[in-house]
């Protein structure tokens, strides 16, 4: 299963929602407050790109010299309808400067520094040293996630449904339920998560044989495990 600290920082650098939480600017808007880019960079520092005149950036510029603490607050939920869409959130606390010279005129790029980082999605809670972050990696999967989990349930809905086969004696709980459906939720490097909805709802976990590093050994993966769901 991927790390904690992987997973927190594909989290970070994936298109997933974000909200930056800074004590005292309550009046904002939540858009105003969300980042229009994030860049990780070589320490695990994270940068936020706002517009120059944003809450954001105004409350990093009047701290000045002083630790202006700040929460990145990231929610990713499901690309796919499926009931519970909330898979994860993550949390980076830390302490929050302007980083001049690093965007466009009209913008202005912020430097979270962090200090404490906590996950809480399909695989557990857990909370992640800062430096563990730096050195974490990025799925190679995320930029097309999204993608891949609805083109699975839109051209290949049968083929998820039959990886219940896969499931042994929980394969009843499946076959056994009229309406019952397999939705693709999520999909990483080291294998594909399916949610079974019926009278019941539950997750499975359909692992690779080894880990993927691109598409094309991601379509190898897939026929393997849709031959095996088939025979």
């Known amino acids: ?4 600290a992987d997973r927190t920082r594909t989290l970070v650098q994936s298109t997933c929602s974000a909200v930056l939480l800074i004590p005292g600017v309550d009046t904002a808007r939540p858009e105003q407050l969300s980042p229009q880019a994030r860049v990780v960079g070589q320490d695990g520092e994270v940068y936020l790109l706002f517009a120059a005149d944003s809450p954001a950036v105004r409350a990093a510029t009047h701290a000045q010299d002083d630790e202006l603490p700040a929460v990145l607050e990231i929610t990713d939920v499901a690309p796919v309808s499926v009931p519970h869409r909330i898979r994860g959130r993550a949390w980076v606390s830390g302490w929050l400067t302007c980083a001049p010279g690093l965007a466009e005129p009209g913008s202005m790029m912020v430097r979270l520094e962090p200090g404490e980082l906590y996950v809480d999605d399909l695989w ?14 990025v799925d190679p999967l995320i930029a097309h996630e999204t993608e891949l989990l609805q083109h699975l349930h839109t051209a290949h809905g049968d083929q998820v449904q039959e990886l219940c086969a896969l499931l042994g004696e929980r394969s009843a709980a499946v076959t056994g339920q009229a309406g019952a459906r397999a939705v693709p ?29 691109d598409i094309t050994e ?6 393997t495990l849709f031959t095996a769901a088939a025979h």
């Open 1 to 4: 299963m991927p790390s904690a």
């Open 218 to 223: 991601l379509r190898r993966a897939m026929h």
């Open 124 to 137: 557990g809670a857990s909370s992640v040293d800062a430096d563990a972050f730096a050195r974490a990696s």
């Open 185 to 213: 939720l999520a999909l990483d490097r080291f294998g594909l998560r399916v949610r079974f909805v019926g009278h019941r709802c539950f997750d499975a976990r359909f692992d690779f044989p080894e880990p993927v590093a």
